[in-house]
């Protein structure tokens, strides 16, 4: 009896973590009308406009500060998850204005909610109380000519974790269940490319997915890491530090392949070689950065295109791996950052954890 009602349970947990396929187009042209979603997963914060401490039952509030937890700004140990502004919110969303380059008044003025609602990484920008971006830094003026981009702002996760020294080549595979058409496959060849030219690694492509360094899927919802993907727009990916390697994508985006938005863009299009270069980042080690041209920036509003590294992005990966022989960029202009103080590796335990518990749970059904 017990084992005929565990059976489809444990088929559909293993279906449920498996992947989903995804929908490519060559350009905004082929993406169909009923795919483009008359609203987005973050929108309605706009009504959250002019929001400040001390205002009572705020409709909606209750879900910008699951938003504001998930992105590291308020704490794991928080749970007031009431509609009121209280003073932790006040904080958590001057980290997020500092972060963003922002005035930080704590108030969720019009600058800051159209920040909040663009689609972005789904990896955090606070790791375990420690902010990674500007917030975590002395304080500078913040006037729109300030001397904000010409300081280095690139960071690492906690512990610095990077490849070994031992291992510049590295290779990664695409989970066979996607079947992704051979354009997109060279898409990320030619992403992995770039961040080749500026180190000494090199990735090669492998078939054999359970033995690659880097595992690439693409996923709709929730996937077993305990980061469930949200459908069109919101977090459109997300990869782990060195060296767990795995790099996931939400299955459920207008991916577009040929990065090209000069005539217009629906409002749901993402450049796909866009987002994949910017996670390639963290797959090697680096965080998030202030840096509004830097790859490594969070956000990416839909119908852009971002591929080539920053001198940001450039230092930050250099101080990792060292510069490739062969590259010949212009002397780096910016002034190396502060170094952090980090310690511990939360994020990557914390992820694992998600990943491993539900397998748990699947292995002890069975
Ligand atoms: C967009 O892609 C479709 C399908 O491949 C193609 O038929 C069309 O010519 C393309 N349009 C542009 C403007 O490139
Ligand atoms: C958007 O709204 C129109 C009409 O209001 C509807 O026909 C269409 O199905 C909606 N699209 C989506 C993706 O929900
Ligand atoms: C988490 O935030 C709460 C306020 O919500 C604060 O009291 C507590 O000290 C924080 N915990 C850590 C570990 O930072
Ligand atoms: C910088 O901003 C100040 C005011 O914030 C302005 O007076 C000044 O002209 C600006 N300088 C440049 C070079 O834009
Ligand atoms: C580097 O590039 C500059 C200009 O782009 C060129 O003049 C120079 O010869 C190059 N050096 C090497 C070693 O390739
Ligand atoms: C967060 O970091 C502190 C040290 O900065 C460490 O003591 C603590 O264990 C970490 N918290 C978690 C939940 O890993
Ligand atoms: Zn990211
Ligand atoms: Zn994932």
Not at 162 to 168: A, F, G, I, L, M
């Amino acid at each position: 009896m017990k084992f005929t009602l565990f059976i489809p349970i444990t088929f559909l947990l293993l279906f449920s973590i498996s992947s989903a396929s995804a929908h490519f187009f060559p350009n905004i042209t082929s993406i169909p009308p009923s795919l483009i979603p008359n609203t987005t997963t973050w929108e309605a914060f706009n009504k959250l406009m002019g929001c400040h401490n001390g205002q009572k039952k705020v409709d909606g509030l209750t879900k910008f500060k699951k938003y504001l937890q998930y992105f590291g700004y308020l704490n794991s140990s928080y749970s007031s998850f009431s509609d009121d502004f209280d003073e932790y919110l006040e904080s958590a969303v001057k980290t997020y204005q500092l972060n963003f380059n922002l005035n930080p008044t704590g108030e969720l003025d019009e600058q800051t909610l159209k920040h909040i609602v663009r689609p972005r990484c789904g990896n955090a920008d606070v790791i375990n109380g420690t902010s990674t971006m500007n917030s975590g830094k002395q304080p500078r003026p913040y006037s729109a000519n300030s001397t904000i981009h010409t300081v280095a702002h690139y960071t690492f996760f906690p512990g610095r974790p990077r490849w070994p020294e031992s291992k510049t080549e590295l290779t990664y595979a695409f989970s066979p269940e996607n079947q992704l058409p051979e354009n997109v496959k060279s898409l990320f060849a030619r992403a992995f490319e770039r961040w080749s030219e500026v180190t000494p690694l090199t990735f090669t492509e492998t078939t054999s997915f359970n033995s690659a360094d880097l595992k690439i899927g693409f996923f709709s919802g929730d996937h077993g890491d305990g980061e469930p993907f949200d459908g069109v727009l919101g977090t459109l990916a997300h990869a782990f530090s060195p060296p767990v390697g795995r790099f996931h994508l939400d299955g459920d985006e207008n991916w577009v392949t040929d990065g090209n938005f000069n005539n217009g863009s629906p409002a749901s299009a993402v450049d796909l070689e866009s987002v994949v270069v910017h996670e390639i980042g963290h797959l090697l080690g680096l965080g998030h950065s202030s840096v509004e041209d830097s790859i490594m920036y969070p956000t990416i509003p839909s119908g852009t295109r971002k591929v080539e590294l920053a001198n940001d992005d450039i230092m930050g990966v250099q101080e990792l791996y060292g510069s490739n022989p062969n590259y010949n960029g212009s002397e780096p202009s910016l002034i190396p950052r502060e170094e952090g103080d980090w310690s511990g590796a939360h994020y990557v335990h914390c992820s694992l954890w998600g990943f491993v518990f539900p397998l748990i749970i699947g292995i002890f059904l069975l």
